[in-house]
């Protein structure tokens, strides 16, 4: 019995130290890029949130108060954390017209895709 409450301790403590993050990806339906870097994160089996900024109303709102006066290019992928103390979510980097290796050395920075050693 002290065996397995030790396991469920153990399990617990490595839930509560694994990092919560996650990838969002602001789109739309017609855009090359967006397409590409969508395909790639398929691709990599990476799970990410898609907001088209033309036909969720929300994500055209989010789009535009986090670009503020600056170009409207996309896709924009923002990789987020969540913040210890805060337990809010973080961006913690940000993709904008990213070409696939730039896409792909990011997911490797971030840990989502392990790096080929080069």
């Known amino acids: 019995m002290l065996w397995l409450m030790i ?14 993050k996650d990838i969002i990806v602001y789109c739309t339906l017609w855009c090359g890029d967006c397409k590409t870097s969508k395909a790639i994160l398929r691709q990599k089996n990476v799970a990410f949130v898609e907001k088209d900024i033309e036909t969720n109303l929300e994500a055209k709102r989010e789009f535009l108060e986090l ?15 969540e913040d210890g103390s805060t337990h809010g979510m973080v961006t913690i980097d940000t993709l ?15 840990g989502y895709i392990p790096s080929d050693g080069k």
């Open 7 to 20: 396991r469920i301790l153990s399990i617990t403590i490595v839930n509560m130290l694994q990092e919560i």
């Open 96 to 110: 904008i017209e990213p070409a696939p290796e730039v896409l792909i050395m990011a997911l490797q920075a971030h």
């Open 67 to 81: 670009i503020g006066d600056g170009p409207h290019r996309i896709p924009r992928i923002l990789f987020r954390q």
